[in-house]
């Protein structure tokens, strides 16, 4: 799909509902994303320090009853707070790119809602891996499929042209995705 102006502001600022306005989204700043998704690095890292720390204290008794070694455990800890944070830079990056357009657009009253916690992030993720990943197949299938089978069986009434498809509370646009390809 091509984008209005091929820029991010003129994507939000094609969209037609409360918030948009003609420069771009009302009220709406990327520096508070930027600052959550930085921090959160630094949480998983004290968080994988915290868990190595109470693993490795465990008695020898309790570690023979683990699943997997301590070390074993964090070490997969590790590799995925790596993983996480691969995703996390990109989108840093897009918002950084995007925070240059807003920065060039904005008005001087701008009242950005703080994201507050690392919560927004984790919840971040797990909509990626589960709408984007082989791993979140089997739960899209779920919910998708039938939404995408009734989609189906409404258009065979006439042209698929001749339909305009709403998707609200598409997440990270996995189901948007599902519906335009058809």
């Not at 008695?59 to 070694?69: E, P, T, Y």
């Not at 590799?79 to 240059?100: H, T």
């Not at 039938?146 to 042209?159: C, N």
């Amino acid at each position: 799909m091509a984008t209005p102006g091929g820029t991010l502001s003129g994507v939000l600022a094609s969209l037609d509902r409360p918030g948009f306005t003609d420069g771009g989204l009302k009220n709406w700043s990327p520096a508070p994303y930027l600052s959550v998704l930085r921090c959160y690095r630094e949480h998983c890292e004290k968080e994988v320090a915290r868990v190595n720390r109470n693993l490795n204290g465990l008695s020898d008794d309790d570690k023979a009853c683990l699943v997997n070694k301590p070390e074993e455990q964090v070490k997969r800890l590790e590799e995925a707070v790596a993983a996480n944070g691969i995703v996390l830079d990109k989108l840093i990056e897009l918002l950084e790119k995007a925070s240059e357009e807003f920065v060039a657009a904005a008005s001087a009253n701008v009242h950005a809602a703080v994201p507050v916690g690392t919560k927004p992030v984790q919840m971040l993720l797990q909509a990626l891996v589960r709408e984007w990943s082989a791993e979140g197949l089997q739960e899209r299938k779920v919910c998708h499929d039938k939404l995408l089978a009734a989609l189906d069986e409404h258009s065979k009434q006439g042209s698929i042209d001749a339909y305009r498809v709403v998707v609200p509370g598409s997440s990270v646009g996995r189901l948007a995705f599902e519906v335009q390809s058809r």
